[in-house]
């Protein structure tokens, strides 16, 4: 059974940083894309960043560029998800999703219960 | 970036009865489209990917259509169990989701 479980949030003030973690298990998870996606209070969906499986590739959404930085420990089976210059429109619930194939193109089959960011001073 | 349009906002139908929700992406992305369900205080989860195909699990009633910009979801009976926002989301290039419909039920 594939789980996702994400860590690490929590409240952080403007131009702070926080990094998440996403523990996965059930598949073998250097073959698979992971990304992180978000969720604003009472908003739809918004893709973060995604990271390929042999880490040779990264992706990031222009509202994240240059801030956040996404990386991978395949001995740990984990994703993460470093914040630096963290502002208040970051604040979110921050989903760990799964990528369902190991093609080039790709939809998310798997999400984890997430882990809340809060921006606040 | 690509552009994901969805309508309408909320849909209001009664059990039974069939729902159509449309998703139109700012240029073309071939068949590389999914839709997924967010039930209130839950995860979203995959319905449909490849514009057509559903996800395992997924119950009959729930079908997409559609190719290049234009894409369908139709929930053939409603069920009260499908009070919901769906979103549909591109991977053709990077990704995108729509900003959601919300199903309610009449």
């Known amino acids: 059974e594939v789980q996702l479980v994400e860590s690490g949030g929590g409240l952080v003030q403007p131009g702070g940083s926080l990094r998440l973690s996403c523990a996965a298990s059930?598949?073998?998870?250097?073959?698979?894309?992971m990304s992180w996606v978000r969720q604003a209070p009472g908003k739809g969906l918004e893709w973060v960043s995604t990271m390929s499986g042999n880490r040779l590739y990264t992706n990031y959404a222009d509202s994240v560029e240059g801030r956040f930085a996404i990386s991978r420990d395949t001995s740990r089976n984990t994703l993460y998800l470093q914040m630096n210059s963290l502002r208040a429109e970051d604040t979110a619930l921050y989903y760990c999703t799964k990528g369902a194939t190991m093609g080039p193109l790709y939809y998310f089959d798997y999400w984890g219960q997430g882990t809340v960011v809060t921006v606040s001073s | 970036e690509i552009v994901m349009t969805q309508s309408p906002a909320t849909l209001s139908v009664s059990p039974g009865e069939r729902a159509t929700l449309s998703c139109r992406a700012s240029e073309s992305v071939s068949n590389n489209l999914a839709w997924y369900q967010q039930k209130p205080g839950q995860t979203p989860r995959l319905l449909v990917y490849?514009?057509?195909t559903r996800a395992t699990g997924i119950p009959a009633r729930f079908s997409g259509s559609g190719s290049g910009t234009e894409f369908t979801l139709t929930i053939s009976s409603l069920q009260s169990e499908d009070l919901a926002v769906y979103y549909c989301?591109?991977?053709?290039?990077?990704?995108?989701f729509g900003q959601g419909t919300k199903v309610e039920i009449k």
């Open positions: 490849d514009a057509s």
């Open positions: 059930g598949f073998t998870f250097q073959n698979y894309a």
């Open positions: 989301q591109q991977y053709k290039n990077s990704w995108t």
